[in-house]
């Protein structure tokens, strides 16, 4: 996707960013390369080591100014996320908020998850204390999206710092001016941690040259062939890597649903940020009895919305000019292949914006159903059972997210766990997005490893595993001086014990 990057030649020393939705210059920002990032990880790695020193309290302390300094800055945050991807400032300010928490979460959390903690030893350790903890990385590298600018890139930047690691972020070349804006509020909130969080930036060569500098572990956020890529520049050093990335998520609707409020998160799901989220509503099953009446719920709410740079708009333009042509070609050649268009059609695409498009009967195999489309689009086919609506929904090479709609809160919940999904909603869309403790992350085309919650803070850490010999063991068997009989008696002891369990 980065090809279309805005004006990013590899040669220059800056690129300009432009209003997605106008075009017009928004800012000149540095394209930084190898020697810049290797500047940016090695000032990380000298300020990281104070904030691993410092106690759990004082870090927590730390990062919940910053959370505050967001707080109070959030209608600038919100303005800048809402220049550089063309979203309306309401949606660029509730993803404010939604950092926010993530933010508050991980910074009151890390000590919990990540503290010492001691496990039970066994018969032949009875002589052993033994704990472990989690020790932070060093200097994770963050490679982001622009989709969701603050939102996306914070799941892992807040987790590694509140786990103890500085933090070298390369955001989008669409959005590098939020990147920019977070490390600038840490620096004033946190002053005596200044360059904990770094900010490079650039297009795809900054981003391979992250990968190459040495992290200690590179959380990556962006479509799967990206992926890839970055991930075979990783394999060079055995860098480890996070990869979230891209959806095509599934919504079932059973026959006793609340057809209304499906209609409604289908809509929002498939449609806010026209629809350039990695875990929007792309496909929704709906079983035959109550099909047609959930097409003409959907299609009479997506009908109402419209697309624009004003503030009256319900969303913006394609931030990425690159997917327009995407979009188009799932639109057309879905049409061309037997599904119909129950609202807009290959005429909804007006660069830079996309109007609402519902399709139904659209064919499993064709683009639309099998490839990310990341617009405005949402295909609503009807099937059996929910059987099959299993089935379909799972059939994916991709596995994000998922929502089931059903009238039972219970039998909702069985569906949702025979979904081959990382996160699942039931009787909501995305709801799991706002829970901080809940984990996040996909497996297939739509990455591995997990960011948000409990697993989002372990995955910036090294766990340490710690014994203390508290007296000598009754059996030493760790020496040479033991006796030939003394270890053949412990083995028979040991034989004898496993066979009884
Ligand atoms: P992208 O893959 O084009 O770019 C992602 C990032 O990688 C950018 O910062 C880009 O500069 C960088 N990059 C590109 N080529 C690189 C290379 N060779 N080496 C190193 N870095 C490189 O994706 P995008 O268009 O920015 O974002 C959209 C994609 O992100 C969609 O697929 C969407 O579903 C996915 N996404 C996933 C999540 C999630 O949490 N799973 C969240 C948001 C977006």
Redo the contacts with the bound molecule.
Sequence with gaps: ??DT?PDAAPRSSTFTLRSPATGAPLAEHPVDGPEEVARAVARARQVQAGWAALSAPRRRAHLLRWKRALASDLDAVARTIAEETGKPAGDAALEVVLTLEHLGWAARNADRVLGRRRVRTGLFTVHQRAWLTHRPVGVVGV??????PCY?PM?SVGYALAAGNAVVL?????TPGTGLLLAELFDRAVPAHAGLLTVVT???????A??RSGIDKLA????????R??MA?CAETLTPFLA????KDAVIVTADADLDAAADAIVWGALSNAG????GVERVYAVREIHADLCERVVRRAGALRPGADGDAHYGPMT?PG?IATVERHVTDAVSSGARAVLGGPESVRAPFVAPVVLTSVPEESAAMTE?T?GPVVAVNAVADVDEAVARANDSRYA?GAAVFCGSRRTGAAIAARLRAGAVSVNSVLGFAAVPALP???SGD??FGR?HGAEGLRAFTAVQSTTVQRFAPPVALTSFEVPAATRERAVRLARALHLRH
């Design positions: 996707m980065t990057a490679i982001g999206p622009w989709n969701y996306t799941g390369k955001p989008s070349e669409l650039g297009a795809a060569a900054t981003g391979e992250l990968a990556f956020t962006g479509s799967p062939g990206t992926a890529k970055v520049v979230e990335c891209g959806g350039q989220t990695c875990a990425l997917q990310e990341f994000l996040f992350g996909g739509s990455g960011i």
